[in-house]
């Protein structure tokens, strides 16, 4: 799959790794059905924005993480999908919007993703991210794989971070 590092690498946790689509469970199963992917927000990290502990933690367990159990107890290909997302350009650079769609886009087409029903699960930016996606498919009629990411979008769960009031 494309060479990428699986989230069972303890290595994971490096930014640099952590870019494009990155398969979590369940993704090799072609009778599958359908893909549940993860984008992150502003700030975000693909793996460590939907795991309930900081990597820096003593008790750190890479795959004591919901993702994981999601994939477990569903038949379904569970990703994460990671880009650049600096709040502030002193914390890194950051791509264009359009640029990161097109890539998550290209990521898609290079996995195969288009033959199940799709669902995105997304934080702050990633939902504007997928959205981005989504009409940048839309703007390529002809290309039936770019098409199809269309054809099989099923919606998307827009997560958001809320304190807790008793």
Same mark, same amino acid.
Not at 9 to 33: F, H, K, T, Y
Not at 75 to 85: C, E, R
Not at 114 to 130: K, N, Q, W, Y
Not at 134 to 142: D, I, V
């Given at each position: 799959?494309?060479?990428?590092?699986?989230?069972?690498?303890?290595?994971?946790?490096?930014?640099?790794?952590?870019?494009?689509?990155?398969?979590?469970?369940?993704?090799?199963?072609?009778?599958?059905?359908?893909?549940?992917?993860?984008?992150?927000?502003?700030?975000?990290?693909?793996?460590?924005?939907?795991?309930?502990?900081?990597?820096?933690?003593?008790?750190?367990?890479?795959?004591?993480?919901?993702?994981?159990?999601?994939?477990?107890?569903?038949?379904?290909?569970?990703?994460?999908?990671?880009?650049? !997302?600096?709040?502030?350009?002193?914390?890194?650079? +950051?791509?264009?919007?359009?640029?990161? %769609?097109? @890539?998550?886009?290209? &990521?898609l087409e290079n996995f195969g993703?288009?033959?199940?029903?799709?669902?995105? !699960?997304?934080?702050?930016?990633?939902?504007?991210? +997928?959205?981005?996606?989504?009409?940048? %498919?839309? @703007?390529?009629?002809? &290309?039936?794989?770019?098409?199809?990411?269309?054809?099989?979008?099923?919606?998307?769960?827009?997560?958001?971070?809320?304190?807790?009031?008793?």
């Amino acid at each position: 799959m494309s060479g990428k590092k699986s989230p069972s690498d303890p290595q994971l946790n490096c930014d640099s790794d952590m870019a494009g689509l990155i398969p979590v469970s369940g993704c090799e199963n072609p009778n599958r059905l359908g893909d549940v992917i993860f984008v992150h927000g502003l700030a975000g990290h693909a793996w460590n924005t939907w795991h309930w502990q900081n990597p820096a933690d003593e008790n750190y367990k890479r795959d004591n993480c919901w993702l994981n159990w999601l994939g477990g107890n569903l038949d379904v290909g569970v990703w994460t999908f990671g880009y650049s !997302a600096a709040r502030l350009r002193a914390n890194g650079s +950051v791509m264009p919007l359009f640029d990161q %769609a097109s @890539n998550l886009l290209d &990521d898609l087409e290079n996995f195969g993703i288009g033959r199940h029903p799709i669902v995105f !699960a997304t934080h702050s930016m990633g939902g504007l991210l +997928v959205k981005k996606m989504l009409s940048t %498919a839309e @703007n390529f009629p002809r &290309d039936k794989r770019k098409k199809a990411v269309i054809e099989y979008y099923q919606g998307n769960c827009f997560l958001i971070n809320s304190p807790c009031r008793l």
